[in-house]
């Protein structure tokens, strides 16, 4: 679907509709660009609804931004959260916007992000701004100047250094681009948001050094927006559960819950510590950035957003798998459940290699062990963090030494781990679920149980299904799904059956699986 030009009648005008409704559920899926007043919106915008001859509907800020519009200063749609379609999306484009919002072009140019998707420069620039309007060029530009924005709004880092933390190469570019975009200059735009303000922030406001007085770090406060519902509670019971010792600290006691964990980033070692709850406010996350570089704060920030799975679209999920009997009431418990994503990629691979055919607890001891003696120390001022998850070559060195694991089973995590660091094994959010999941499954020791897991989390594949997996079929007992077979068939026949039932929950049978792991357990724990 293009944004070039506009899209059939039937897609314009339940877009019409929703911009009419001021409907928030579609806040950072597409944007509408008013000719009449040379600017775009969100669909939630207060405005007077435009004329429909006048509006033309965009997939991405930055194709309006390429075809003359500016940012909204009423409604502004670069705080707007993003869009999950870029997960629902198994294409060239999809893959490249997940890269884009990694910082690959910032840091490796289009050449890198073409030798990354397997195409040259040339059919990648050609392919995105025939798909969304855009080249990869104008889409890191777009993505720059929403960082720069909420630094700009949300922080007192003086805007030089806003500039060159947003990605920008100088102070003219990222003066003139802001001021292209918001038809404001950054000074401006920060007087206008001390004036309006909330002055209560869930963090006190920190710019200085990190705990080690000798390790010279940055500390921001930013807001994440995030759509309604958001099962906050759900996704941070789901890390914690797993949660590293030393890697990863959570608290669930109390109105808010708190997350926080260690992160190796481009420019060197941090710590994220998210806050979500009432304390907080509804449609939005209060993160805490401990940075060695200010330029790795969008970095920082998509990762996170992929983690907590906060660009995803709530309202479509539970509609669509609310409409199964068996799984309504578990939507209706748990609105707005989130799909757990990684800061990490190679990390996600040992850990699910590590957890198969073990309990979730054992994977966390045996991880524990690994990381404390393998991982890189790290001095936060975060409680609780102490170290850095290790590297795939730290892992293939040290998991003999520190995993009690079946010898086979060790195996399989030191070959995995030298491939995945000299390359011979590629994992990143750019890939393509079916590649993924084919070269896992070759390695010997991972079945499609593992691949199906690392696609769920590495690229938040909303679609992935676990055949086989026992909890699931806990759930889908305790839940009341009819499989059509006696309580005491074969498990090997249950699973084929609940597969097979699992199709109607397309596309979002990640969500499906989540809600019935959660059915499995005792109701003191869900």
């Given at each position: 679907?293009?944004?070039?030009a506009?899209?059939?009648?039937?897609?314009?005008?339940?877009r019409?509709?929703?911009?009419?409704?001021?409907?928030?559920r579609?806040?950072g899926?597409?944007f509408?660009?008013?000719r009449?007043?040379?600017?775009?919106c969100?669909p939630?915008?207060p405005?007077?609804?435009?004329?429909?001859e006048n509006?033309?509907f965009y997939?991405?800020s930055a194709?309006?931004?390429?075809a003359?519009?500016?940012?909204?200063?009423?409604?502004?749609p670069?705080?707007a959260p993003?869009?999950p379609?870029w997960?629902?999306?198994?294409?060239?484009a999809?893959?490249?916007?997940?890269?884009?919002?990694?910082?690959?072009?910032?840091?490796e140019?289009?050449?890198?992000?073409?030798?990354r998707?397997?195409y040259?420069?040339?059919?990648?620039?050609r392919?995105?701004?025939?798909e969304?309007g855009?080249g990869?060029l104008?889409?890191a530009?777009?993505?720059?100047?929403?960082?720069?924005?909420?630094?700009v709004?949300g922080?007192?880092?003086p805007l030089?250094?806003?500039?060159?933390?947003?990605g920008?190469?100088?102070?003219?570019q990222f003066?003139?681009?802001?001021?292209e975009?918001?038809a404001?200059?950054?000074s401006?735009?920060?007087a206008?948001?001390?004036r309006?303000?909330?002055p209560?922030?869930?963090f006190?406001?920190?710019?200085?050094?990190g705990?080690?007085?000798?390790v010279?770090?940055?500390?921001?406060?930013l807001e994440?927006p995030?759509?309604?519902?958001?099962?906050a509670?759900?996704?941070v019971?789901?890390?914690?559960?797993?949660?590293?010792?030393?890697?990863e600290v959570a608290d669930l006691?109390?109105?808010?819950v708190r997350?926080a964990?260690?992160l190796?980033?481009?420019?060197?070692p941090?710590?994220?510590?998210a806050?979500?709850?009432?304390?907080?406010g509804?449609?939005?996350?209060?993160?805490?950035?401990?940075?060695?570089?200010?330029a790795?704060?969008?970095?920082?920030?998509?990762r996170?957003?992929?983690?907590?799975?906060?660009?995803?679209?709530p309202a479509?999920?539970?509609?669509?798998?609310?409409?199964?009997p068996?799984?309504a009431?578990?939507?209706?418990?748990t609105?707005?459940?989130?799909l757990?994503?990684?800061v990490?990629?190679?990390?996600?691979v040992?850990?699910?290699?590590?957890?198969?055919?073990?309990?979730?607890?054992?994977?966390?001891?045996?991880?524990?062990?690994?990381?404390?003696?393998?991982?890189?120390p790290y001095?936060?001022?975060?409680p609780?963090?102490?170290?850095l998850?290790?590297?795939?070559a730290?892992v293939?060195a040290a998991?003999?030494?520190?995993l009690?694991l079946?010898?086979?089973?060790?195996?399989?995590?030191v070959?995995?781990?030298?491939a995945?660091?000299?390359?011979?094994l590629?994992?990143?959010?750019?890939?393509?679920?079916e590649?993924?999941?084919?070269?896992?499954?070759?390695?010997r020791?991972?079945?499609p149980?593992?691949?199906?897991?690392?696609?769920?989390?590495v690229?938040r594949?909303?679609?992935?299904?676990?055949?086989g997996?026992?909890?699931?079929?806990a759930?889908a007992a305790?839940?009341?799904v009819?499989?059509g077979l006696?309580?005491d068939?074969?498990?090997?026949?249950r699973?084929?059956?609940?597969a097979?039932?699992?199709?109607?929950?397309?596309?979002?049978?990640?969500?499906?699986?989540l809600?019935l792991?959660r059915?499995?357990?005792?109701?003191?724990m869900?």
């Amino acid at each position: 679907m293009t944004t070039t030009a506009r899209p059939d009648a039937r897609e314009f005008e339940e877009r019409y509709r929703a911009i009419a409704a001021r409907d928030t559920r579609f806040d950072g899926q597409f944007f509408t660009a008013v000719r009449s007043t040379g600017i775009y919106c969100r669909p939630s915008c207060p405005a007077r609804t435009p004329k429909p001859e006048n509006v033309t509907f965009y997939l991405t800020s930055a194709a309006a931004h390429e075809a003359g519009y500016r940012a909204c200063k009423r409604c502004l749609p670069e705080a707007a959260p993003g869009t999950p379609a870029w997960d629902l999306r198994h294409d060239l484009a999809g893959r490249a916007m997940r890269l884009i919002a990694d910082g690959v072009v910032d840091r490796e140019g289009t050449d890198g992000l073409a030798s990354r998707l397997g195409y040259s420069a040339r059919h990648v620039h050609r392919l995105l701004a025939a798909e969304l309007g855009a080249g990869p060029l104008a889409l890191a530009r777009a993505q720059r100047a929403q960082t720069a924005r909420s630094l700009v709004v949300g922080t007192d880092l003086p805007l030089a250094d806003v500039a060159f933390a947003a990605g920008f190469g100088s102070i003219r570019q990222f003066n003139d681009t802001m001021t292209e975009v918001f038809a404001v200059a950054p000074s401006e735009l920060r007087a206008r948001s001390r004036r309006r303000a909330r002055p209560d922030r869930p963090f006190r406001q920190a710019t200085d050094g990190g705990h080690d007085a000798d390790v010279a770090r940055v500390r921001l406060d930013l807001e994440l927006p995030v759509r309604e519902p958001f099962d906050a509670r759900g996704v941070v019971a789901f890390l914690a559960a797993r949660a590293v010792d030393g890697v990863e600290v959570a608290d669930l006691d109390g109105d808010d819950v708190r997350y926080a964990r260690t992160l190796r980033l481009p420019h060197g070692p941090g710590a994220a510590e998210a806050l979500a709850g009432p304390g907080v406010g509804p449609g939005r996350v209060a993160v805490r950035l401990e940075l060695a570089s200010a330029a790795d704060v969008s970095v920082a920030v998509a990762r996170l957003r992929r983690l907590l799975d906060l660009d995803a679209d709530p309202a479509a999920v539970d509609t669509a798998l609310a409409d199964d009997p068996a799984l309504a009431p578990l939507v209706a418990r748990t609105p707005g459940l989130r799909l757990p994503g990684t800061v990490d990629p190679h990390e996600i691979v040992v850990r699910a290699i590590v957890g198969q055919q073990i309990s979730v607890a054992a994977a966390r001891t045996h991880l524990g062990r690994l990381a404390a003696g393998a991982g890189t120390p790290y001095d936060s001022a975060v409680p609780g963090l102490t170290r850095l998850f290790p590297t795939a070559a730290q892992v293939a060195a040290a998991a003999a030494d520190h995993l009690r694991l079946p010898a086979r089973s060790v195996a399989t995590v030191v070959d995995t781990a030298r491939a995945l660091d000299d390359g011979t094994l590629a994992v990143g959010v750019g890939d393509d679920g079916e590649a993924l999941r084919a070269a896992l499954v070759a390695r010997r020791g991972i079945g499609p149980w593992t691949a199906a897991y690392v696609a769920m989390r590495v690229l938040r594949d909303p679609d992935s299904w676990l055949d086989g997996d026992v909890a699931l079929l806990a759930g889908a007992a305790a839940a009341g799904v009819d499989l059509g077979l006696p309580d005491d068939a074969p498990r090997t026949a249950r699973s084929r059956a609940l597969a097979a039932r699992a199709e109607r929950w397309a596309p979002w049978r990640s969500y499906a699986a989540l809600h019935l792991w959660r059915a499995a357990l005792p109701p003191s724990m869900r």
